[in-house]
């Protein structure tokens, strides 16, 4: 079982950043690939980035390449999302996944076994 805590969310202007964290409960974090998804309002649940268990790999959407990096520190048991340059469209609420499969989170249709509550990004322009 893991439980998944986000925070960093907020409100900033576009071209402006913010830093996502996604604490999680466990002792066994690097087994687990990590995960950001988001959904906009009125629109289904995208896929953002995530990250292999050992933070060596990693995949980006296409709408985020580039602006976005995902990263953790598996001392600190902790998944971040870094998102530069932002624009309105990137406004959503953000979720983090986990799954000890790194494929489960890298192909559709991307159905990681635990999230967060999620954090609400807002962007404005």
């Known amino acids: 079982q893991v439980q998944l805590v986000e925070s960093g969310g907020g409100l900033v202007q576009a071209g402006g950043s913010l830093r996502l964290s996604c604490a999680a409960s466990?002792?066994?974090?690097?087994?687990?690939?990590m995960g950001w998804f988001r959904q906009a309002p009125g629109k289904g649940r995208e896929f953002v980035a995530t990250v292999s268990g050992s933070g060596g790999t990693t995949y980006y959407a296409e709408s985020v390449k580039g602006r976005f990096t995902i990263s953790r520190d598996n001392a600190k048991n902790t998944v971040y999302l870094q998102m530069n340059s932002l624009k309105p469209e990137d406004t959503a609420v953000y979720y983090c996944?986990?799954?000890?499969?790194?494929?489960?989170?890298?192909?559709?249709?991307?159905?990681?076994?635990?999230w967060g509550q999620g954090t609400q990004v807002t962007v404005s322009s």
């Open positions: 996944a986990a799954d000890t499969s790194f494929v489960t989170m890298r192909l559709p249709p991307r159905n990681p076994s635990y």
């Open positions: 466990g002792r066994t974090f690097s087994s687990y690939a």
